[in-house]
């Protein structure tokens, strides 16, 4: 168990709806980084939030956005969606002090269906 | 911009030997981390190994181990007396450590080897 929580595990939905998929860091953790594993992408870096602020953009759609909450956690909404959005969706969290090497620990993953 | 490229798509190898996964990378930063992660069918990511650019010693994590070229930007996973457990996908990911300049902990991750270890 890396510490992560990540919910819902599953999530099985229709083109065109939003969904919203939720991740709690590490205790103690300040930056959380969302990915998406699909079999056309691959496992590709969507967002990070260090501290509530974002910090860097990876290949998110703009139907996609996240935010970090004042107590760490995060969400990431999925909107318009299409059946190309149906992959496993990772959170990460690191403590993400700069200059020093900061591990990332990885949640277990939600898995959207879009059908 | 930093690429990762793993050539291997899938790899078999016995229970009991020994089997080299092949990464490379592209990158002009010359502060940065590579790692080996596994993912078991499961789909847990776990990190199995981490070496720093700035050391020219190979790491090492049981029977784990990389060698490191970094004229060469090749960084490839040795996995010694091979358990049917290392059954995964392995993924071979680059980063470099956030900074004041913009640098940021990102993960960019290579395709992915498939490793199958037969009994």
């Known amino acids: 168990d890396s510490g992560v929580t990540q919910t819902p595990k599953h999530l099985i939905t229709a083109t065109g709806q939003r969904v919203t998929l939720r991740c709690s860091p590490r205790s103690g953790d300040l930056s959380v980084y969302w990915y998406q594993q699909s079999l056309d992408q691959g496992l590709q870096f969507l967002i990070q939030y260090y501290n509530g602020e974002e910090r860097a953009k990876g290949n998110i759609l703009e139907r996609f956005s996240a935010q970090q909450f004042p107590d760490l956690h995060s969400e990431l909404n999925l909107s318009s969606l299409e059946l190309g959005d149906s992959a496993l969706y990772f959170c990460?969290?690191?403590?993400?002090?700069?200059?020093?090497?900061?591990?990332?620990?990885f949640g277990p993953g939600t898995r959207l269906t879009v059908l | 911009a930093q690429t990762v490229t793993q050539s291997q798509p899938e790899m078999s190898v016995q229970e009991a030997e020994t089997v080299t996964l092949s990464c490379t990378y592209d990158t002009s930063e010359s502060n940065y981390y590579l790692f080996w992660y596994k993912q078991p069918p499961s789909r847990q990511m776990i990190l199995v190994i981490r070496?720093?650019?700035?050391?020219?010693q190979n790491a090492t994590e049981n029977r784990f181990s990389v060698n490191f070229q970094k004229a060469a930007k090749s960084f490839s996973l040795k996995i010694s007396d091979s358990q049917l457990g290392d059954t995964a996908m392995y993924f071979c990911a680059f980063m470099t450590p956030m900074n004041y300049g913009g640098a940021t902990n990102k993960l960019i991750f290579g395709t992915g080897t498939l490793l199958a270890v037969q009994p």
């Open positions: 990460a969290s690191s403590v993400a002090d700069r200059g020093i090497y900061n591990e990332q620990f």
């Open positions: 070496q720093e650019a700035y050391k020219q």
